[in-house]
Protein backbone atom coordinates (compact mmCIF):
# COMPACT_ATOMS: atom_id res chain seq x y z
CA UNK A 1 0.00 0.00 0.00
CA UNK A 2 1.05 3.61 -0.33
CA UNK A 3 -0.74 6.83 0.23
CA UNK A 4 -0.44 9.96 -2.18
CA UNK A 5 0.40 13.07 0.32
CA UNK A 6 -0.21 16.97 -0.58
CA UNK A 7 1.37 19.22 1.47
CA UNK A 8 0.27 22.59 1.08
CA UNK A 9 2.41 25.57 1.59
CA UNK A 10 1.73 29.09 0.52
CA UNK A 11 2.63 28.56 -2.83
CA UNK A 12 2.77 25.36 -4.10
CA UNK A 13 1.19 21.83 -3.24
CA UNK A 14 3.73 19.12 -3.52
CA UNK A 15 2.62 15.36 -3.65
CA UNK A 16 4.55 12.67 -2.47
CA UNK A 17 4.00 8.69 -2.15
CA UNK A 18 4.76 6.72 1.12
CA UNK A 19 5.45 3.31 1.17
CA UNK A 20 3.07 1.81 3.79
CA UNK A 21 5.74 0.94 6.54
CA UNK A 22 6.02 4.97 6.06
CA UNK A 23 2.57 5.27 7.05
CA UNK A 24 3.01 2.53 9.85
CA UNK A 25 5.50 4.71 11.09
CA UNK A 26 3.27 7.90 11.17
CA UNK A 27 0.99 6.13 12.57
CA UNK A 28 2.72 4.98 15.87
CA UNK A 29 4.63 7.77 16.54
CA UNK A 30 1.33 10.59 15.99
CA UNK A 31 -0.09 7.67 18.53
CA UNK A 32 2.52 7.71 21.48
CA UNK A 33 1.59 9.54 24.25
CA UNK A 34 4.63 8.84 26.74
CA UNK A 35 7.54 10.59 26.23
CA UNK A 36 9.77 9.24 23.23
CA UNK A 37 8.18 10.52 21.24
CA UNK A 38 8.14 14.76 21.55
CA UNK A 39 4.51 16.93 21.18
CA UNK A 40 6.53 18.60 18.21
CA UNK A 41 7.41 15.38 16.64
CA UNK A 42 3.47 14.06 17.05
CA UNK A 43 2.02 17.31 15.38
CA UNK A 44 4.39 16.69 12.79
CA UNK A 45 3.17 13.24 12.03
CA UNK A 46 -0.98 14.52 12.39
CA UNK A 47 0.45 17.03 9.39
CA UNK A 48 1.86 14.14 7.29
CA UNK A 49 -1.49 12.03 7.94
CA UNK A 50 -3.26 15.19 7.23
CA UNK A 51 -2.54 15.74 3.96
CA UNK A 52 -2.66 11.53 2.89
CA UNK A 53 -5.81 10.06 1.50
CA UNK A 54 -8.97 10.18 3.43
CA UNK A 55 -9.39 6.52 3.15
CA UNK A 56 -5.59 5.73 5.04
CA UNK A 57 -5.96 8.94 6.83
CA UNK A 58 -9.69 9.30 8.73
CA UNK A 59 -9.61 6.07 10.84
CA UNK A 60 -5.81 7.42 12.23
CA UNK A 61 -7.10 10.55 12.73
CA UNK A 62 -10.75 9.60 14.69
CA UNK A 63 -8.46 7.62 16.56
CA UNK A 64 -6.65 10.28 17.74
CA UNK A 65 -9.38 12.08 18.34
CA UNK A 66 -11.23 9.68 20.62
CA UNK A 67 -8.12 7.79 22.35
CA UNK A 68 -5.42 11.04 22.68
CA UNK A 69 -5.26 10.34 26.59
CA UNK A 70 -2.89 13.31 27.15
CA UNK A 71 -3.02 16.00 24.71
CA UNK A 72 -5.75 18.29 23.91
CA UNK A 73 -3.49 20.51 21.81
CA UNK A 74 -3.56 17.43 19.68
CA UNK A 75 -6.99 16.86 19.91
CA UNK A 76 -7.83 19.66 18.72
CA UNK A 77 -5.49 20.18 15.69
CA UNK A 78 -7.51 16.33 14.94
CA UNK A 79 -10.26 18.18 14.62
CA UNK A 80 -9.11 20.89 12.84
CA UNK A 81 -7.32 18.49 10.07
CA UNK A 82 -10.34 16.47 9.76
CA UNK A 83 -12.58 19.53 9.17
CA UNK A 84 -9.75 21.24 6.44
CA UNK A 85 -9.99 17.68 4.66
CA UNK A 86 -13.57 18.30 4.97
CA UNK A 87 -14.41 14.91 4.50
CA UNK A 88 -18.21 13.79 5.91
CA UNK A 89 -17.08 10.96 7.45
CA UNK A 90 -16.02 12.69 10.14
CA UNK A 91 -19.29 14.81 10.87
CA UNK A 92 -20.81 12.15 13.40
CA UNK A 93 -17.59 12.42 15.36
CA UNK A 94 -17.65 16.09 15.28
CA UNK A 95 -20.76 16.23 16.36
CA UNK A 96 -20.37 14.10 19.47
CA UNK A 97 -16.91 16.16 20.39
CA UNK A 98 -18.62 19.48 20.10
CA UNK A 99 -22.07 18.76 22.41
CA UNK A 100 -19.68 16.69 24.78
CA UNK A 101 -19.70 19.36 27.61
CA UNK A 102 -16.62 16.91 29.33
CA UNK A 103 -14.43 17.86 25.86
CA UNK A 104 -12.62 20.68 26.30
CA UNK A 105 -13.63 24.04 24.97
CA UNK A 106 -10.91 24.63 22.48
CA UNK A 107 -11.61 20.94 21.27
CA UNK A 108 -15.19 21.23 21.36
CA UNK A 109 -14.75 25.26 19.35
CA UNK A 110 -12.56 23.05 16.96
CA UNK A 111 -15.48 19.98 16.75
CA UNK A 112 -17.85 23.39 15.71
CA UNK A 113 -15.60 25.35 13.38
CA UNK A 114 -14.57 21.58 11.55
CA UNK A 115 -18.33 21.03 11.14
CA UNK A 116 -18.84 24.47 9.50
CA UNK A 117 -15.97 24.18 7.22
CA UNK A 118 -17.36 20.26 5.92
CA UNK A 119 -20.41 22.31 5.47
CA UNK A 120 -22.33 18.70 4.88
CA UNK A 121 -26.05 19.24 4.28
CA UNK A 122 -27.36 17.01 6.97
CA UNK A 123 -30.09 18.02 9.28
CA UNK A 124 -28.10 16.38 12.37
CA UNK A 125 -25.66 18.60 12.03
CA UNK A 126 -27.85 21.65 11.39
CA UNK A 127 -29.88 20.71 14.26
CA UNK A 128 -26.44 20.05 16.24
CA UNK A 129 -24.78 23.81 15.84
CA UNK A 130 -28.45 25.42 16.33
CA UNK A 131 -28.84 23.72 19.32
CA UNK A 132 -24.64 24.57 20.38
CA UNK A 133 -26.08 28.47 19.50
CA UNK A 134 -28.96 28.09 22.21
CA UNK A 135 -27.12 26.13 24.67
CA UNK A 136 -26.88 27.75 28.06
CA UNK A 137 -24.32 25.02 29.21
CA UNK A 138 -22.26 26.23 26.09
CA UNK A 139 -19.00 28.48 26.82
CA UNK A 140 -19.58 31.70 24.66
CA UNK A 141 -16.77 31.27 22.25
CA UNK A 142 -18.29 27.36 21.44
CA UNK A 143 -22.02 29.17 20.54
CA UNK A 144 -20.20 31.91 18.40
CA UNK A 145 -18.53 29.35 16.52
CA UNK A 146 -21.86 27.26 16.02
CA UNK A 147 -23.77 30.43 14.66
CA UNK A 148 -20.49 30.92 12.09
CA UNK A 149 -20.49 27.48 11.14
CA UNK A 150 -24.24 27.66 10.22
CA UNK A 151 -23.79 30.62 8.40
CA UNK A 152 -20.83 29.02 6.70
CA UNK A 153 -23.14 26.06 6.00
CA UNK A 154 -26.20 28.00 4.84
CA UNK A 155 -24.28 29.94 2.33
CA UNK A 156 -22.28 27.04 0.86
CA UNK A 157 -25.74 25.16 0.12
CA UNK A 158 -27.23 28.12 -1.42
CA UNK A 159 -24.22 27.99 -3.74
CA UNK A 160 -24.36 24.86 -4.24
CA UNK A 161 -28.47 25.02 -5.38
CA UNK A 162 -27.70 28.30 -7.62
CA UNK A 163 -24.50 26.77 -8.85
CA UNK A 164 -23.51 30.39 -8.14
CA UNK A 165 -20.74 32.34 -10.10
CA UNK A 166 -20.09 34.40 -7.18
CA UNK A 167 -19.21 31.52 -4.96
CA UNK A 168 -16.01 32.95 -2.76
CA UNK A 169 -12.48 32.19 -4.35
CA UNK A 170 -10.56 29.79 -2.64
CA UNK A 171 -8.31 31.77 0.12
CA UNK A 172 -4.43 32.35 -0.74
CA UNK A 173 -3.51 30.54 2.34
CA UNK A 174 -5.30 27.44 0.59
CA UNK A 175 -7.41 27.24 4.61
CA UNK A 176 -10.47 26.39 4.47
CA UNK A 177 -11.83 30.18 6.45
CA UNK A 178 -14.69 30.21 8.80
CA UNK A 179 -16.10 33.05 6.32
CA UNK A 180 -15.47 34.90 3.72
CA UNK A 181 -13.47 38.06 2.97
CA UNK A 182 -15.33 41.08 2.42
CA UNK A 183 -15.39 42.65 -0.70
CA UNK A 184 -11.21 43.43 -1.66
CA UNK A 185 -12.18 46.64 -2.82
CA UNK A 186 -13.04 47.99 0.62
CA UNK A 187 -10.82 50.32 1.96
CA UNK A 188 -8.33 49.24 4.77
CA UNK A 189 -9.80 52.11 6.89
CA UNK A 190 -13.34 50.90 6.38
CA UNK A 191 -12.04 47.47 6.97
CA UNK A 192 -10.30 48.43 10.10
CA UNK A 193 -13.82 50.36 11.22
CA UNK A 194 -15.70 47.15 10.87
CA UNK A 195 -13.36 45.38 12.89
CA UNK A 196 -12.32 47.62 15.49
CA UNK A 197 -15.89 49.81 16.09
CA UNK A 198 -19.04 49.36 17.39
CA UNK A 199 -19.82 47.08 20.50
CA UNK A 200 -20.16 43.63 20.79
CA UNK A 201 -20.06 43.33 24.27
CA UNK A 202 -22.83 41.01 24.63
CA UNK A 203 -21.46 38.53 22.60
CA UNK A 204 -24.43 35.35 21.93
CA UNK A 205 -26.31 34.75 25.43
CA UNK A 206 -30.14 34.13 26.07
CA UNK A 207 -31.09 37.54 25.58
CA UNK A 208 -29.01 38.12 22.56
CA UNK A 209 -30.41 37.86 19.47
CA UNK A 210 -28.40 35.27 17.63
CA UNK A 211 -29.14 36.13 14.02
CA UNK A 212 -27.65 39.53 15.27
CA UNK A 213 -24.79 38.32 17.16
CA UNK A 214 -23.78 35.97 14.28
CA UNK A 215 -24.23 39.39 11.55
CA UNK A 216 -21.94 41.29 13.74
CA UNK A 217 -19.13 38.15 13.72
CA UNK A 218 -19.59 37.68 9.99
CA UNK A 219 -18.77 40.90 9.07
CA UNK A 220 -16.05 41.32 11.69
CA UNK A 221 -14.22 37.95 10.60
CA UNK A 222 -15.16 39.17 7.01
CA UNK A 223 -12.75 42.46 7.80
CA UNK A 224 -10.03 40.36 8.93
CA UNK A 225 -9.17 37.87 6.33
CA UNK A 226 -10.03 41.14 3.68
CA UNK A 227 -7.03 42.46 5.96
CA UNK A 228 -4.67 39.31 6.43
CA UNK A 229 -5.02 38.60 2.33
CA UNK A 230 -4.21 42.50 1.54
CA UNK A 231 -1.14 41.72 3.64
CA UNK A 232 0.18 45.31 4.12
CA UNK A 233 1.78 46.29 7.27
CA UNK A 234 -0.80 49.03 8.04
CA UNK A 235 -3.49 45.78 7.91
CA UNK A 236 -0.71 43.43 10.06
CA UNK A 237 -1.22 46.73 12.51
CA UNK A 238 -5.06 46.97 12.54
CA UNK A 239 -5.44 43.17 13.28
CA UNK A 240 -2.74 43.85 16.16
CA UNK A 241 -5.09 46.60 17.83
CA UNK A 242 -7.81 44.12 17.89
CA UNK A 243 -5.63 41.84 20.08
CA UNK A 244 -4.70 43.29 22.49
CA UNK A 245 -4.39 46.76 23.79
CA UNK A 246 -7.37 49.30 24.37
CA UNK A 247 -9.90 48.35 21.43
CA UNK A 248 -9.13 44.50 21.79
CA UNK A 249 -11.77 42.46 20.70
CA UNK A 250 -13.96 41.22 23.82
CA UNK A 251 -14.55 37.86 21.53
CA UNK A 252 -12.18 35.18 22.55
CA UNK A 253 -13.33 33.70 19.40
CA UNK A 254 -12.70 36.04 17.01
CA UNK A 255 -9.26 37.34 18.89
CA UNK A 256 -7.31 33.36 18.12
CA UNK A 257 -8.53 34.07 14.79
CA UNK A 258 -7.05 37.20 14.35
CA UNK A 259 -3.66 35.67 16.30
CA UNK A 260 -3.95 32.53 13.93
CA UNK A 261 -3.97 35.00 10.75
CA UNK A 262 -1.22 37.26 11.77
CA UNK A 263 0.93 33.59 11.67
CA UNK A 264 -0.42 33.47 8.05
CA UNK A 265 0.51 36.56 7.13
CA UNK A 266 3.99 36.20 8.92
CA UNK A 267 4.48 39.61 9.39
CA UNK A 268 7.60 40.72 11.87
CA UNK A 269 5.08 43.64 12.76
CA UNK A 270 3.06 41.67 14.75
CA UNK A 271 5.56 40.02 16.96
CA UNK A 272 5.60 42.14 19.95
CA UNK A 273 1.92 41.62 19.88
CA UNK A 274 1.85 38.11 19.53
CA UNK A 275 4.24 38.31 22.79
CA UNK A 276 2.02 40.16 24.67
CA UNK A 277 -1.02 38.05 23.71
CA UNK A 278 1.11 34.60 24.87
CA UNK A 279 2.32 36.40 28.00
CA UNK A 280 -0.86 37.28 29.17
CA UNK A 281 -2.10 34.40 31.94
CA UNK A 282 -5.75 36.09 31.67
CA UNK A 283 -6.20 35.96 28.29
CA UNK A 284 -8.31 32.85 27.17
CA UNK A 285 -6.21 30.00 26.23
CA UNK A 286 -7.06 29.07 23.18
CA UNK A 287 -6.28 32.68 22.10
CA UNK A 288 -2.46 31.86 23.87
CA UNK A 289 -2.12 28.87 21.99
CA UNK A 290 -2.85 30.70 18.53
CA UNK A 291 -0.25 33.75 19.94
CA UNK A 292 2.01 30.86 20.55
CA UNK A 293 2.44 29.11 17.11
CA UNK A 294 1.79 32.67 15.28
CA UNK A 295 4.86 33.63 16.99
CA UNK A 296 6.81 30.83 15.13
CA UNK A 297 5.43 31.10 12.21
CA UNK A 298 6.25 34.90 11.97
CA UNK A 299 10.07 34.33 13.64
CA UNK A 300 10.55 31.50 11.36
CA UNK A 301 10.07 34.25 8.19
CA UNK A 302 11.72 37.12 9.74
CA UNK A 303 15.42 36.85 11.37
CA UNK A 304 15.09 40.39 12.93
CA UNK A 305 12.32 38.98 15.52
CA UNK A 306 14.06 35.75 16.10
CA UNK A 307 15.57 36.54 19.70
CA UNK A 308 12.37 38.29 20.59
CA UNK A 309 10.20 35.38 19.84
CA UNK A 310 12.38 32.30 20.90
CA UNK A 311 13.14 33.97 24.19
CA UNK A 312 9.19 34.38 25.05
CA UNK A 313 8.63 30.83 23.52
CA UNK A 314 11.21 29.66 25.65
CA UNK A 315 9.54 31.14 28.43
CA UNK A 316 6.52 30.10 28.39
CA UNK A 317 7.18 26.34 27.14
CA UNK A 318 9.11 25.95 30.62
CA UNK A 319 7.06 27.70 32.52
CA UNK A 320 5.63 26.34 35.51
CA UNK A 321 2.98 28.77 35.75
CA UNK A 322 0.62 29.51 34.59
CA UNK A 323 -2.83 29.47 34.68
CA UNK A 324 -4.77 28.12 37.41
CA UNK A 325 -5.92 24.92 34.85
CA UNK A 326 -3.31 22.40 34.36
CA UNK A 327 -4.60 21.26 30.75
CA UNK A 328 -4.74 24.99 29.86
CA UNK A 329 -1.07 25.07 31.13
CA UNK A 330 -0.05 21.85 29.14
CA UNK A 331 -1.97 23.86 25.99
CA UNK A 332 0.45 26.72 26.30
CA UNK A 333 3.37 24.47 26.44
CA UNK A 334 3.05 22.35 24.01
CA UNK A 335 1.95 25.17 21.61
CA UNK A 336 4.95 27.21 22.81
CA UNK A 337 6.88 24.08 21.91
CA UNK A 338 5.34 23.40 18.62
CA UNK A 339 6.45 26.94 17.70
CA UNK A 340 10.25 26.37 18.63
CA UNK A 341 10.55 23.45 16.51
CA UNK A 342 8.96 25.04 13.59
CA UNK A 343 11.43 27.70 13.99
CA UNK A 344 14.79 25.52 14.42
CA UNK A 345 13.71 23.49 11.69
CA UNK A 346 13.99 27.02 9.55
CA UNK A 347 17.17 28.20 11.27
CA UNK A 348 18.46 24.05 10.27
CA UNK A 349 17.50 24.96 6.73
CA UNK A 350 14.67 22.43 6.58
CA UNK A 351 11.77 23.58 5.17
CA UNK A 352 9.60 20.46 5.62
CA UNK A 353 6.96 20.68 8.16
CA UNK A 354 5.68 17.42 7.57
CA UNK A 355 7.13 14.21 8.97
CA UNK A 356 8.57 12.10 6.10
CA UNK A 357 10.23 8.95 7.68
CA UNK A 358 11.72 7.39 4.96
CA UNK A 359 12.32 9.74 2.21
CA UNK A 360 13.29 12.94 4.72
CA UNK A 361 12.48 14.82 1.66
CA UNK A 362 11.96 18.70 2.21
CA UNK A 363 8.48 20.27 1.56
CA UNK A 364 6.89 23.20 2.22
CA UNK A 365 3.46 22.69 5.53
CA UNK A 366 1.63 24.82 6.58
CA UNK A 367 -0.53 24.71 9.65
CA UNK A 368 -4.01 26.24 9.65
FE1 LIG B 1 -10.19 27.63 15.79
FE1 LIG C 1 -5.49 25.98 17.01
Same mark, same amino acid.
Not at 103 to 118: D, F, N, P, S, T
Not at 135 to 158: D, F, G, Y
Not at 256 to 285: F, K, R, W
Given at each position: ????????????????????????????????????????? /????????? +?? @???? @??????????????????????????????????? @????????????????????????????? =?????????????? %????????? &?????????? +????????????????????? %??????????????? =??????????????????????????????????????????? *???????????????? +?? %??????????????????????????????? *???????????????????? +????? *?????????????????????? @????? &???????????????????????? *????????? /??
Amino acid at each position: MSAAVDVEGTAAVVQLTLPSSSVADITQKLHDATEATPIAL /RHRCLFSMR +NM @ATDI @AFPVLAQTLDSEPRSQLLRHEVAYALGQMRSEKAS @AMLREVATNPNEHAMVRHEAAEALGAIAD =TSEETTQTLQALVK %SPEAPRELR &ETAALAIRRM +NKRKAEALTESANAAAPSPYL %SVDPADPLDPSTSTE =TLEQTLLGGDDEGGISADANAEDVANDLERRYGAIFALRDRGS *DDCARVLCRSLVGDVR +NP %SALLRHEVAYVLGQMENAEATDTLVACLSDD *DEHVMVRHEAAEALGAVAAS +NSTCR *DVARSALERFRSSAETTADAVD @ALIVR &ESCEVALDLLAREERGEFEYVYIP *DTKRSVSGK /RE
